[in-house]
């Protein structure tokens, strides 16, 4: 072969070898900020009426609920409260670029069961305020916020409503008070959370630093940002190619999403999460998923160090668990939490 054709080859084969990655990296490093601002749903009031009228077959009654973070953003959502209470509540956590209404499937049954919710537009979400969404290391503290929050206002509901029956501040008949008989104190009530996809992450990493969370469902979690970072990285068809051959997309991306904003990147993990506490987990993953493989589930699963259980739904495709075994979803869920509530193993 002539050297000068040989030397073609090589350079048309340097191309081909390099040009891949070089696209890839560029494509991260401008993708970077949509990964941090990601597209609004706005909460229409179409939206709205649609709620409603699931909220009505449900039984549920809503009333806004806003909420001011630790940096001063304002958290918008609704508390939602079923026509038989059983005292316990859910916090609900929807996927990335959607807002509080993509949760509402999951209420309907939980309000059916008589378990009050809570549904949040996340930061950088829905009605919410906040600029960049950080996949639950700012919104961790953002779910302590929510439950001082509520918290406090179901102490106030509780205290106005022993005033109008009567059980207020002993009044006085003459130079005698008048003591009414107090009613019994209501019991402590559970607090969980279920999430899907990013909301999957924030309740797992809210669980972590969160004592008051006594367990979560966590359907479609990413294990880590970078490991979520391949599968894009590889077209959602090989988490492999991400990690070879167009990995400079997942490290330009990471890069510069940590470099504008000082997120540290390593440290948004569900998979650290669950083995920071030991708090009950169930977790979903679904067998079609080509955004977040199962292997996400399954290394947090591996992680866990609290009680566990981990379901593969079959056929499914992302965060659609309910959609495909809506009976059996229900059941599981229910089960979980009602062994957590009542001390039982959930293993």
């Not at 054709?5 to 891949?20: D, N, Q, S």
């Not at 005033?163 to 207020?168: A, I, W």
């Not at 979560?216 to 590889?234: C, I, K, Q, T």
């Amino acid at each position: 072969m002539p050297i000068t054709l040989r030397r073609r080859l090589i350079r048309i084969l340097l191309i081909l070898l390099l040009l891949p990655p070089i696209l890839a990296g560029i494509a991260g490093w401008l993708i970077a900020p949509s990964f941090l601002h990601p597209i609004r749903r706005e909460l229409t009031p179409d939206l709205i009426r649609e709620v409603d009228a699931s909220f009505a077959q449900s039984g549920g009654h809503r009333e806004d609920f806003n909420v001011r973070a630790a940096d001063g953003i304002l958290l918008r959502g609704w508390i939602v409260r079923p026509d038989h209470p059983n005292g316990n509540w859910v916090l609900l956590f929807h996927g990335v670029a959607d807002n509080r209404v993509g949760v509402v499937s999951h209420s309907e049954f939980l309000l059916r069961a008589g378990y009050s919710v809570v549904m949040m537009d996340a930061r950088a979400h829905g009605a919410s305020e906040g600029h960049i969404a950080t996949y639950g290391w700012l919104e961790r503290n953002d779910t302590k916020a929510i439950i001082d929050a509520l918290i406090a206002q179901e102490r106030r509901v509780r205290t106005d409503l022993q005033m109008k029956q009567g059980h207020g501040p002993p009044a006085s008949m003459g130079n005698f008070p008048v003591r009414y008989p107090h009613p019994p104190v209501p019991p402590t009530p559970h607090i969980f959370a279920l999430g899907e996809s990013m909301g999957a992450g924030i309740a797992l990493q809210s669980a972590a630093i969160e004592p008051r969370i006594e367990a979560v469902v966590a359907e479609s979690a990413f294990a880590n940002l970078r490991e979520a970072s391949y599968d894009y990285a590889g077209l959602r068809r090989s988490p492999m190619l991400g990690k070879t051959l167009f990995a400079p997309f997942s490290w330009m991306l990471l890069y510069r999403g940590e470099k504008l904003t000082g997120l540290p990147v390593a440290e948004v993990s569900p998979e650290k999460a669950v083995a920071a506490r030991a708090f009950p987990v169930l977790l979903i993953c679904d067998e079609k998923d080509e955004a977040l493989p199962c292997r996400h589930t399954e290394r947090i699963y591996a992680a866990a160090r609290g009680p566990k259980q981990l379901w593969e739904v079959p056929g499914a495709f992302h965060t659609a668990a309910l959609g495909f075994q809506p009976v059996e979803f229900q059941r599981r869920v229910l089960d979980f939490y009602a062994n957590v509530a009542q001390g039982k193993a959930v293993q």
